[in-house]
């Protein structure tokens, strides 16, 4: 039985004689082909290698021999060890490394860009952290309230008197109002500064950000502030302190920008002071309103009001 090799291997018939006749009439055969030339060829099995490499060539679905797989056919019996020949054809130049560069691993490439990702996503990150950092975050207190620098110098500690000559403004001011004898009553900011405890100055609400602006003589020498920090008056009998809101912390601002704070206690109905460190003043002196407390009526509409009966301002003595 012939054995079966596939068709890019060269097939020839069974010999009959020995093996070196065999090779003697191969011989004989590729010099004729020699003389004939390419184009006057007779078929022949031993052309089937060229006749596969044109194929490929054009078709492209031709298969192309690996050098590693070409076979080798024996020209002796099946029991004897003859002569060998190597057939099939080589394949086209370059195309194996081709073929290999198409199924090499991909890893390179993957690993690069994974990497790159990971190096943009970090300067990313690294810049908003940046950007987060260096936005500047004001805590308003009170209606929006920007305070300015503060002083920090030690307080005056000699002997001072109130200063004199100082006239209010107010940026909220109450319209006039009836006591209970029928008598009308005005609030305007100058009743803070009249020296009369009985009298007030007034603001609806909680009155968080208003401020009163006081005028003092230019070139006072400022070494402490003071007030009365509700409405300190009897009226019948009734007082009236505890039925509105006190003020619980203002702000003072002086001319130039320097400022501190003071806080107030509540139901303290006196003058509440506080020295500070000289400063000569040219120029207006704004308290602002930071904190107040709820009305001592809630359920009088007319109660729910700031009313600040003394403002007092000290010089040295």
Same mark, same amino acid.
């Given at each position: 039985?012939?054995?079966?090799? #596939? ?23 590729? !010099? ?5 030339? /390419? ?34 056919? %024996? ?15 080589? /394949? ?13 691993? !991909? ?7 994974? @990497? ?23 805590? /308003? ?6 305070? #300015? ?5 030690? #307080?005056? !500690? ?22 209970? =004898? ?72 002086? #001319? ?27 120029? /207006?002196?704004? =308290? ?8 001592? =009526?809630?359920?009088?509409? @007319? ?12 010089? %040295?003595?």
């Amino acid at each position: 039985m012939p054995t079966d090799l #596939p068709d890019e291997w060269f097939r020839p018939s069974r010999p009959e004689g020995d093996g070196a006749g065999e090779l003697d009439r191969l011989a004989d055969q590729a !010099r004729s082909d020699s003389e004939e030339g /390419p184009d006057h060829r007779p078929f022949s099995p031993s052309s089937s290698s060229t006749a596969d490499g044109s194929q490929e060539a054009t078709d492209p679905g031709a298969r192309t021999l690996d050098p590693e797989s070409t076979g080798r056919l %024996s020209l002796g019996g099946l029991d004897d060890e003859g002569p060998s020949v190597v057939v099939g054809h080589a /394949p086209r130049r370059g195309s194996h490394s081709r073929g290999h560069g198409r199924r090499g691993p !991909r890893w390179p490439l993957l690993i690069l860009g994974l @990497t790159l990702a990971l190096v943009l996503g970090l300067i990313l990150g690294s810049l908003a952290r940046k950007a987060r950092s260096s936005e500047s975050h004001i805590s /308003p207190v009170g209606n929006s309230i920007m305070a #300015p620098q503060t002083t920090e110098a030690q #307080p005056w !500690r000699g002997s001072t008197r109130i200063v004199s000559g100082v006239s209010a403004e107010a940026s909220c001011v109450t319209a006039p109002a009836l006591d209970e =004898m029928g008598r009308q009553v005005r609030y305007p900011a100058a009743n803070a500064v009249d020296g009369n405890r009985s009298t007030a100055w007034r603001c609806d609400g909680e009155a968080i950000g208003q401020r009163v602006t006081l005028e003092v003589p230019s070139g006072t020498r400022l070494v402490g502030v003071g007030i009365i920090n509700g409405y300190a008056k009897n009226s019948g009998g009734t007082d009236l302190y505890h039925e509105y809101r006190r003020v619980l912390k203002v702000r003072w601002t002086l #001319p130039g920008g320097s400022w501190f704070t003071q806080d107030l206690t509540d139901g303290n109905e006196g003058v509440q002071g506080l020295k500070i460190s000289p400063h000569v003043v040219r120029g /207006p002196v704004v =308290m602002t309103i930071l904190a107040s407390s709820s009305p001592g =009526m809630p359920g009088e509409g @007319t109660r729910d009001a700031i009313l600040v009966s003394e403002i007092q301002l000290y010089t %040295s003595s």
